[in-house]
């Protein structure tokens, strides 16, 4: 897969332009002889294979828990899903609302 492949919805990590102290300091990572504010390409897509394996694990644990509790609507599977995964801090809150929008695709709700 190519770093290109990222959907465009899939979010980007914000980093703040400067960060507070005696002198301005300005956040970026030297890669590849650059410096760089915010993720780079590759990283972006490293973190959307990370959510979209997720996503494709979710989905046989929400159909089981939909199946086990009938009497729920689908949203209420998918907020206990969310609830879930917020509490294992794998994913950053943007991602995880990717992650659940996601998933509702690939159940087809």
């Given at each position: 897969m190519e770093t290109s492949d990222v959907p465009e919805g899939?979010?980007?990590?914000s980093m703040p332009a400067v960060v507070p102290g005696g002198q301005p300091k300005i956040c970026v990572a030297?890669?590849?002889?650059?410096y760089v504010a915010g993720?780079?390409?590759?990283?972006?897509?490293?973190r959307w294979l990370i959510c979209e394996?997720?996503?494709?694990?979710?989905?046989?644990v929400a159909r089981k828990d939909a199946a086990k509790h009938p009497e729920y609507p689908p949203e209420?599977?998918?907020e206990r899903a969310r609830v879930a995964v917020a509490r294992k801090g794998w994913v950053s809150p943007d991602e995880l609302?990717?992650?659940?929008?996601?998933?509702?695709?690939l159940l087809g709700w």
């Open positions: 899939f979010p980007r990590e030297l890669t590849g002889g650059r993720q780079t390409r590759e990283e972006r897509h490293e394996d997720l996503a494709d694990q979710l989905v046989p209420q599977t998918l609302a990717w992650l659940m929008r996601r998933l509702r695709t």
